[in-house]
C-alpha cells in the first residue's frame, strides 16, 4: 500500500561510531525487498530506523510519500516482526495479537463531518484477530499464554500480531533465525504463500542468503554500512557488482583466483594456475563490447559451475582432492590447484557412475574446467566487477575514502589472502 | 496432448560435454589405519579384571552413605542451635516467677503475666499500632519510588542517567547515622518528632527510598527490550508499556519490595528512638522493646521484652515464610547483579 | 528472574546507544576486545559484533580489522585458556600465584593513573561544556528574536510568545519565586555563611501582653545551624535557577530555529501528552530524586560542612554560635600520636578485622551449608532451609538481644555452665576484649549463614551438570571439584557480592551494637576526647555513640563520617576495578 523511500540515510551512535553511511533506496508498493549481510553491515540499524525505533542521524525516510522521521513508530503505520519474537509473556495469544488493535483509534466523520478517533469494536477486534489466526493456523492456540507454544507457533503469533495491523509496511528482523534448519525452511515457504495474503510493502532482514534469494523481489547487499548492491537475485547471483557480493550469495561461496586476463585478436582468454582458458560466449562479447585491456584481475567461478574433465582438455586445471563432502545428490570436493589454489568444486553425483564417485576420495588427482560464461572478472584494486553496469539497474557504490576512517574501508586491496 | 502442452516452455538440455564418461581419476593409495588400534584397545582391555569395577562402586556406596548421615547429623545440629534462641525467648515469655534474667532456660512457673504487663503496664499496644501504620504507609509509598526509579534507571535512556547513578552511588557510600541531627531538627521544626514520630519517621523512610533501586533495576534489566519496542510499534505510550507490559511481568520484584519495605520499621530502633527522643508514646515496637532492656528497666521487664518479641515476631515470620519465594528471589538476584 | 549477570555494553554514548549483550572478552595484538551481540537476539555467529574500547568509548570494529579479529574470536573460541601466556602456564602452583600477585600489585599504579587521567578528562570536559554553554548563551543573543532578547530578563517570555503557555507560565513563576525568595530571605542567609552569625543572644525589652508592660529578657538572635542549612538550601536553588534560566534560553533558541524552518513548535497539549509518553522518566523520577536531594543529599553536605565547624554541644549553634575552623577537626583525628588517633587507628584496625572475617566466614561456611542441604541423598531437603529462613525473618533486635543477654555474666551460658560444674567462675564473654571480639565473629555467622545458604543454593544448583560430570572422568575426588568447579564459578557469579557485603559489613551496626554497644570499653583509649570507644567499637557504632552520646560532638562524627566514606568508597574502587571476577566475563559464559 505503500512506497518506502529512503534518502541519504545516515546512522552515527556516539560521536564517531557509523553505523549506516549514505543509505538511498527506493523501495515500490508492494515490493518484497530483503536487506543481507554479514553482522554489523547495519541492516538492522537501517530496519530499525524506518521502524522509528532508532532515530535517523542524517536523511530523510518517507513512508508513502510522507516524510516519517520525526513520527513516532506508532504513527509509521508499520508492523513489525522481532526476531526473538518479543511476545507478551503475561497475555494470551489472542490478547498479543489484539494489543495493537485496542490501542488503535480510527478516524470516524459524523454528518457533521466532524472527525473523531475512535477505539475500535470488540467485534471488529475478534474478526481482525480470528481472520489473521485462521490464515496463519493457529486458532487453537489463542487462549494460550507464548510459553506454552513451540518456536515455529510463536513465530506465527509474531507474524499474527503485525498482520492484523493492516499496516502499509510490514517490517521483520531476521524472524527466522531463532527456528532450527527444519523448520525455518518450512516457515520460508510459508511466508512466500503468505506474501499473496497479506497486501503491504516487506522488509525483511536476514544474514542468510538462502532466505535472501528465495524470499526477496530485491535484494540489498550491505557492508559496513554501505550498500553493495541492489537487484534482483538473479541479477546479483549471475552479475554480483563487487568482489564482496559475489562470494557473499551462494553456497559454497565462489572461488577466487589472482589471474590475467589477456586480450588478442581471437577475442579474450584468461590465464588461471599457470593454464590458459577461451572466454567464450555472452562474456567474451561483453569484454569485447566494453573493449576492457589485458589486464591483472580476480577470476571468480562459482563451485557449482566447475565441471570434471579429461586429461585431454586443454583448459584443464589438475587438481588434488584435500577433502570430499558428500551430500547425497551432489559431492563438494574440497582440491587443491596447481600453485597452491584452494578451491571447491560441486559435482552432481547423477551424472557420476558409482565407481567414480568412490574414486573421488582424498588424495585423488582431477581435472577441472570451466567455461567462459560462468567466468566473472573483478578489478584487482577495487573488487568492482569489470563488467558491472550503472544503467542497468544496478547500484555498485564507488567508495570514496574521505567519508570512512581508514580501518574502516570497506571493498578494497582485495589481495587474495590464500 | 500437444494442445495442453503448449503453455509450457521448450527447454532442450544439452548435457555437458565434458560431463561423465569422460573423466580421468587417479584413485588415492589406501591406508589401513581402522585395524591398528583395533588391536590396541583389545590389549588395554585384558590388562583390567572384569570385578574390579564393581567392588570400587561397593564401597562408594558406603562412604556415600557414611558422608549423608554425618550431613544429616550435622544439620540436626544446626538446625537445634538455630533455632534455640527463639525457643528460648518463647520460653522466657511464658516465664512467671521472675522477670528478670534467670539462669535456665524452662520456667518453673508458667503462665500469661508477662503477655498481659506487655499490653497493660507498657504502652506496647501504642507501638504495636505506630509500627503497623509505618510499616503499611512505607510500605506502599516507598514500593511506588523504587519501582518509579529503579524502572526509569533501567529502560529508559535520557541524558543525565549515569550522572545521577553516579550521585547515588557516592551519596550512598556516607553511613546513614551521618544526617540524623539535620533529619532530626528538620522533623522538629516540622512537629513530626516525640509523639508524632512515627509520622516523620515515615518521611524519613520514604524520601529517599529510590536510593535502593538495585534489585528492582537488576530485575528490570532482565526483561527484553524488544518487548518495549514491539509495544511501541503497537501504538502503546511509554506509560502504558510501564503498566500495561512490563508491571504485569514484575510481579516477583513487586512484592519483594513491598515485603522489605512493610519489613523496614519492625527492625528499625536507631532512628525510631532518635526520633522519639524519650516521648516513648512515639516508639515503634522495637525502640519500645529495646528501652525495655535498659539498665534501669530490665530486672523489671526482661521477661516482657521476651514476650513482646514474640508478638513482633509472629505475625513477621508467617508472612515472611508465606512470602519466601519471592524474598529468595529477590535477594539471589540482587546477589548476583552486585 | 535470571541468575546470570548481563552486563551490557553501550555502542556510541549519549542518549542514543546501540545496546550489546558480552559473549567473549578477548586480547588480540595487545589491545582488549569485546565480542558481542545486540541485545535480544541469540548467539548466532553471524549476529556477532567487535568492539573495542577508544577514548572511553566502545567502539566497533570493522572492515579488515573486524575480519582479522573475527578470526582471532574464532581461534579463542576453540582454545579459550588464549589469556593465559605460555610463560604462566609452564609455572607450578606456587609460581603461579606469584605471577598473579606481581601481576596486581603492578597494575595498581597503572590503575590509579587511569583514574586520575579519566578524573582529568573529565575535569577538562565539563570545563570546555562550560566554555561552549557560555557560547551558546552569546551567540543565541547575538543571533535570536527580540523575544529570544527579552526572555533573557523575563524568564518564559519566548515560550509565551510560541504559544507554549504552560512552559512559559512555569519558567516565569519559577522566576518569580526566585527573586522573591532571594529579596526576603535567601541574601541575607549567604550574607552570614562566612561568619556563621555574629551574635548568638542580647538582652532586649519584650512586650510581655499578660503584664502590659515591656521587660527584659534574652532573646537568640543568630542561629548557625539555620545559617549554614538555609545558605546551602539557598546556594542549592541558584544552581537549580542557573540550569533553569540556562534551559529558557535554550528553549527560546530551538523555537525561533523551528519557527525558521516553517514547522509548528510543540504545544501545550503536545507537553502534557509527553509527561506519560517521550518525558515518562522525568515524571517517573522527580519525586523520588526530590525526596534523594532534600533527605540525603543536602543532609549529607552540610554534614559535610560541619566537619569545617566547631559544633557541638558546647557550640550549639543557638545559645552559643559556631565557626569555621578550618581542618582543625581533621588534624587532631589524623595527627599521629595524640589519643584521638590512636583511637582512631585501633578502631578502624578493627573494623577493617571485623568487615573481612565477618564476609569471609558467612561465605564460605554458608556456602558449605548450602551444598549440604544441596547434595544428592539428603532428606528433607526443605526444611533445613525453611529452619534456617525462618530466622532471617525474626527482627535482629529481638535475637540479637536475647542472644546477647544468653552470654552475660549471670545469663543463661554461663549459668548452666556453671551448674555443671565445667567452669568455676562465669566466663568474661562480654567483658573480656579478645572474647568479646570472638564473639562478636561467630555471633554473626549464626546470623549470616541463613541470608548466604539462600544466596548461594540458587547459584550452586546453576552450575552446569557436565562440568562435574568431566571433572570426575577426569580422575577429581570431591574436594578437587570444589576446589576447581564450585568455588572458581561462585567467586565468578557472586564477586560483586562480596564486595558489597564487605561494605555492608563496615556499616554492620545492629550486630555490635545490639551484642556489645562496642564495650568491653578499653582503658587506654577507650574515653578519649570523652567518647566511649571500646575493643569491638567499630567506626559507625563509634560515630553513632559520638551524635547521640552525652557530648554529642557533632563536628567530629561528621569527620568520622567522611573518613568512612573514604575507607568504604577507595576500597570499593579498588576491588572492583581489579577484582578478577569482574574482569573474566569470558570464562563461564
Redesign the interface.
Known amino acids: 500500500m505503500a512506497t518506502v523511500k529512503l534518502t541519504n540515510v545516515k546512522k ?6 557509523v ?1 549506516v553511511h549514505d543509505f538511498n533506496l527506493e523501495i515500490a508498493d508492494k515490493e518484497f525487498i530483503v536487506f543481507v549481510g ?3 553491515c547495519g541492516k ?2 537501517t530496519l530499525r530506523m524506518i ?5 535517523i542521524t542524517e536523511g530523510t525516510i518517507e513512508i508513502g510519500g510522507k516524510v516519517v522521521n520525526d513520527l ?3 504513527d509509521r503505520d ?3 516482526v ?3 519474537y ?5 497475555l494470551t495469544v489472542f490478547e498479543n495479537m489484539a ?2 488493535l485496542r ?2 483509534r480510527v478516524p470516524v466523520t459524523d454528518e457533521k463531518g466532524n472527525t473523531r478517533y475512535v477505539k475500535l469494536t470488540q467485534d471488529e477486534i475478534y474478526k481482525r484477530v480470528t481472520e489473521a489466526a485462521d490464515i496463519l493456523g493457529i486458532s487453537e492456540y489463542l487462549l494460550r499464554r507464548p510459553r506454552e507454544l513451540s518456536g515455529g507457533q510463536r513465530q506465527r503469533v509474531a507474524i499474527g ?1 503485525a498482520m492484523v ?1 493492516d499496516s502499509q509496511v510490514f517490517l521483520m528482523d ?1 524472524p527466522l ?2 527456528l532450527d534448519a527444519k523448520l525455518r525452511n518450512q516457515m520460508r515457504a510459508e511466508l512466500i504463500l503468505l506474501r499473496e495474503k497479506i497486501d503491504s510493502t516487506f522488509i525483511y532482514v536476514t ?2 542468503q538462502t532466505e535472501a534469494m528465495t524470499l526477496g523481489d530485491r535484494i540489498v547487499i550491505m557492508k ?2 554501505f550498500i553493495q548492491q541492489v537487484g534482483t537475485p538473479t541479477e546479483v547471483f549471475e552479475m554480483p557488482g563487487n568482489l564482496f557480493v559475489a562470494e557473499f550469495i551462494g553456497a559454497p561461496k565462489m572461488n577466487t583466483f589472482n589471474a590475467r586476463l589477456i586480450k588478442d585478436d581471437g577475442g579474450y582468454t584468461v590465464e588461471v594456475c599457470g593454464v590458459k582458458m577461451p572466454v567464450d560466449g555472452e562474456k567474451g562479447e561483453e569484454l569485447a563490447k566494453r573493449q576492457i585491456p589485458s589486464s591483472a584481475i580476480v577470476l571468480g567461478v562459482r563451485p557449482e559451475h566447475i ?5 585431454a ?1 586443454p583448459a584443464a586445471l589438475p587438481c588434488v ?1 584435500r577433502v570430499t563432502e558428500m551430500m547425497g545428490s551432489e559431492l563438494h570436493l574440497h582440491v587443491t590447484a596447481p600453485q597452491g589454489e584452494q578451491l571447491i568444486v560441486r559435482i552432481p553425483t547423477v ?3 558409482s565407481a ?1 564417485v568412490a ?9 577441472v ?1 570451466f567455461r567462459g560464461k560462468v567466468m566473472h572478472f573483478f578489478s584487482q584494486d577495487t573488487g568492482i566487477n569489470l563488467l558491472t553496469d550503472a544503467q542497468a539497474g544496478q547500484q555498485v557504490p564507488q567508495i570514496t575514502q574521505n567519508q570512512q576512517e581508514k ?4 571493498v578494497k ?1 582485495w589481495h587474495l589472502k590464500n | 496432448m500437444t494442445e495442453e502442452r503448449e503453455d509450457f516452455l521448450d527447454f532442450d538440455i544439452v548435457p555437458e560435454d565434458e560431463m561423465a564418461g569422460d573423466i580421468d581419476i587417479e584413485p588415492a593409495p589406501y591406508t589401513p589405519h581402522v585395524s591398528a588400534e583395533a588391536t590396541v584397545s583389545r590389549r588395554e582391555a585384558a590388562e583390567f579384571p572384569e570385578e574390579a569395577p564393581e567392588k570400587r562402586h561397593m564401597s562408594q556406596r558406603t562412604k556415600n552413605r557414611i558422608v549423608n548421615t554425618v550431613i544429616h547429623v550435622v544439620l540436626a545440629v544446626m538446625s537445634f542451635v538455630w533455632i534455640l534462641p527463639f525457643v528460648g525467648i518463647v520460653l522466657e515469655s511464658f516465664r512467671c516467677e521472675s522477670t528478670g534474667l534467670a539462669g535456665y532456660i524452662f520456667p518453673k512457673v508458667w503462665g500469661f503475666d508477662n503477655y498481659i504487663r506487655l499490653f497493660t503496664e507498657t504502652k506496647f499496644p501504642k507501638w504495636f499500632l505506630n509500627t503497623f501504620i509505618m510499616g503499611l504507609v512505607t510500605a506502599v509509598v516507598q514500593t511506588v519510588f523504587v519501582l518509579a526509579v529503579s524502572y526509569a534507571l533501567s529502560r529508559h535512556r535520557f541524558k543525565g542517567r549515569k550522572f545521577l547513578m553516579n550521585l547515588m552511588l557516592i551519596f550512598g557510600m556516607f553511613p546513614g547515622f551521618l544526617t540524623l541531627i539535620l533529619l532530626y531538627t528538620w522533623m522538629n521544626d516540622w512537629g513530626l518528632t516525640d509523639a508524632n514520630a512515627p509520622w516523620g519517621l515515615i518521611v524519613i523512610y520514604c524520601a529517599s527510598s529510590g536510593m535502593g533501586y538495585y534489585i528492582a533495576k537488576g530485575f528490570f534489566d532482565t526483561i527484553s527490550h524488544s518487548l518495549d519496542e514491539a509495544a511501541r510499534v503497537d501504538g502503546a505510550t511509554r506509560f502504558q508499556i510501564f503498566y500495561k507490559i512490563i508491571m504485569p511481568l514484575s510481579k516477583p520484584i513487586i512484592v519483594y519490595t513491598t515485603l522489605m519495605a512493610f519489613m523496614g520499621p519492625w527492625g528499625d530502633f536507631v532512628m525510631a528512638t532518635f526520633m522519639a527522643n524519650n516521648s516513648s508514646a512515639g516508639y515503634n515496637a522495637a525502640a519500645g522493646l529495646q528501652w525495655l532492656l535498659t539498665d534501669s528497666m530490665k530486672n523489671d521487664y526482661y521477661t516482657t521484652f521476651c514476650a513482646g518479641g514474640v508478638v513482633v515476631a509472629v505475625p513477621i515470620t508467617v508472612l515472611f515464610l508465606l512470602l519466601q519465594k519471592y524474598y529468595v528471589a529477590g535477594v539471589t538476584g540482587g546477589a548476583v547483579k552486585g | 528472574m535470571k541468575d546470570k549477570k548481563q552486563k551490557i555494553i553501550e555502542l556510541g554514548g549519549g542518549e542514543e546507544v546501540l545496546r550489546l549483550a558480552p559473549v567473549m572478552t578477548f586480547t588480540y595484538s595487545g589491545k582488549k576486545y569485546v565480542a558481542c551481540t545486540p541485545e535480544g537476539q541469540t548467539g548466532d555467529e553471524a549476529d556477532l559484533l567487535i568492539c573495542y574500547k577508544d577514548k572511553g568509548e566502545y567502539v566497533q570494529a570493522k572492515g579488515e580489522l573486524a575480519e582479522e579479529l573475527f578470526s582471532a574470536f574464532r581461534s579463542r573460541v576453540k582454545n579459550s585458556s588464549s589469556s593465559a601466556s605460555l610463560e604462566y602456564l609452564s609455572l607450578n602452583r606456587l609460581g603461579k600465584i606469584g605471577y598473579k600477585t606481581v601481576k596486581f600489585f603492578k597494575g595498581i599504579p597503572r590503575w590509579f593513573a587511569e583514574k586520575f587521567k579519566k578524573l582529568g578528562r573529565a575535569i577538562a570536559s565539563f570545563g570546555v561544556k562550560i566554555a561552549e554553554n557560555v557560547k551558546d548563551i552569546g551567540t543565541t543573543f547575538k543571533n535570536g528574536s527580540w523575544k529570544t532578547r527579552v526572555s533573557y530578563l523575563v524568564m518564559g517570555f519566548g515560550n509565551l510568545s510560541h504559544g507554549q503557555w504552560l512552559r512559559g507560565i512555569l519558567f516565569l513563576l519559577f522566576e518569580i519565586i526566585f527573586i522573591v525568595y532571594m529579596a526576603l530571605w535567601g541574601g541575607s542567609w549567604l550574607s552570614q555563611l562566612g561568619s556563621l552569625g555574629t551574635v548568638a543572644t542580647e538582652k532586649a525589652d519584650v512586650w510581655i501582653p499578660e503584664l502590659e508592660e515591656f521587660q527584659e529578657q534574652v532573646i537568640h538572635v543568630d542561629n548557625s545551624f539555620k545559617i549554614l542549612l538555609y545558605s546551602l538550601i539557598t546556594l542549592f536553588f541558584i544552581v537549580a535557577f542557573i540550569y533553569t534560566w540556562r534551559l529558557n534560553v535554550k528553549q527560546c533558541r530551538i523555537c525561533d530555529e523551528i519557527t525558521a524552518s516553517g514547522k509548528k513548535v510543540k504545544s501545550t497539549k503536545d507537553d502534557l501528552k509527553s509527561v506519560l509518553d517521550d518525558q515518562f522518566h522525568k515524571t517517573l523520577l522527580s519525586l523520588p530524586v526530590f525526596g534523594i536531594v532534600m533527605f540525603t543529599i543536602l543532609p549529607i553536605i552540610f554534614m559535610i560542612l560541619v566537619a569545617f565547624t566547631n559544633y557541638d554541644s558546647n557550640h550549639n549553634g543557638y545559645s552559643n554560635l559556631f565557626h569555621w575552623v578550618g581542618l582543625d577537626n581533621f588534624n587532631s583525628i589524623l595527627d599521629f600520636g595524640s589519643g584521638l588517633s590512636v583511637a582512631f587507628g585501633e578502631i578502624l584496625a578493627w573494623t577493617l578485622i571485623w568487615a573481612f572475617f565477618a564476609t569471609f566466614s558467612n561465605y564460605f561456611l554458608g556456602m558449605f551449608v548450602a551444598m549440604m542441604i544441596n547434595k544428592k541423598g539428603i532428606k528433607i531437603k526443605k526444611f533445613w532451609r525453611t529452619v534456617l529462613v525462618m530466622t532471617i525473618a525474626i527482627p535482629q533486635f529481638i535475637s540479637l538481644l536475647y542472644v546477647s543477654n544468653l552470654f552475660e555474666e549471670n545469663g543463661i551460658i554461663n549459668a548452666t555452665l556453671v551448674k555443671w560444674g565445667w567452669i568455676n567462675s562465669p566466663i568474661p564473654f562480654w567483658e573480656n576484649g579478645t572474647l568479646a571480639k570472638v564473639m562478636v565473629i561467630l555471633i554473626n555467622i549464626w546470623v549470616g549463614i541463613p541470608y548466604l545458604m539462600l544466596i548461594t543454593t540458587g547459584i550452586l544448583m546453576n552450575i552446569p551438570e557436565d562440568l562435574y560430570e568431566s571433572a570426575k572422568i577426569d580422575g577429581a575426588n570431591g574436594f578437587q571439584q570444589f576446589l576447581k568447579i564450585t568455588l572458581p564459578y561462585m567467586l565468578f557469579v557472586t564477586g560483586p557480592y562480596l564486595l558489597t557485603s564487605f561494605v555492608s559489613n563496615i556499616n554492620n551496626f545492629n550486630v555490635i551494637y545490639l551484642l556489645t554497644q562496642g564495650g568491653p570499653q578499653h582503658p587506654a583509649w577507650g574515653s578519649v576526647g570523652g567518647f566511649v570507644a571500646g575493643d569491638t567499637t567499630i567506626l559507625i557504632t563509634w560515630l553513632f555513640g559520638i551524635t547521640t552520646g552525652v557530648k554529642a560532638d557533632y563536628k567530629m562524627a561528621s569527620v568520622i563520617g567522611i573518613l568512612i566514606f573514604i575507607v568504604v568508597s577507595v576500597l570499593s574502587l579498588i576491588v572492583f576495578s581489579i577484582m578478577p571476577s569482574t574482569k573474566r566475563e569470558d570464562d563461564f559464559s
Open positions: 552515527i551512535y556516539g560521536k564517531n561510531t553505523a554479514p553482522s554489523g538492522s540499524t521502524a522509528g525505533l532508532e532515530e513516532q513508530p506508532k508499520i508492523a513489525m522481532f526476531q526473538n518479543a511476545l507478551y509473556p503475561h494489543f495493537a490501542l488503535k500480531r495491523r531476521e533465525s531463532n544474514h542468510d559496513d554500512g565441471t570434471l574433465t579429461g586429461r582438455n582432492i551424472s557420476l557412475t567414480q574414486a573421488l576420495t582424498a588424495g585423488a588427482k582431477i581435472f574446467t580501518d574502516e574501508m570497506p586491496n
